[in-house]
């Protein structure tokens, strides 16, 4: 139970980092910094591999550099979206 605790935690911690690297956390909401850090640290492991130093079973390299890679695409897809909106 203590270990899916951390798991979040390390995960929040993660997705806040990619959303400030990337200047696009300012909109994003603990939530969805879990999300992000969680979804990003699959991503970014399965495409980088599990090296480096691990927190909560997270690889913590590639786990934020899959996160920043998350939160990229997924703001350039909702720009396109609501681009896309504002012209019709």
Not at 16 to 41: C, E, F, P, R, Y
């Amino acid at each position: 139970m203590l270990h899916w605790l951390w798991v979040l935690i390390v995960g929040g911690v993660i997705g806040l980092i990619a959303g400030a690297i990337t200047h696009k956390g300012g909109s994003m909401n603990w939530i969805v910094n879990i999300i992000a850090g969680l979804v990003g640290s699959s991503l970014g492991e399965a495409l980088l591999g599990a090296w480096g130093p691990q927190l909560a079973g997270m690889a913590i390299i590639p786990s934020l550099l899959g996160a920043i890679i998350l939160v990229i695409l997924v703001s350039w897809i909702l720009s396109m979206i609501n681009g896309n909106k504002a012209r019709n």
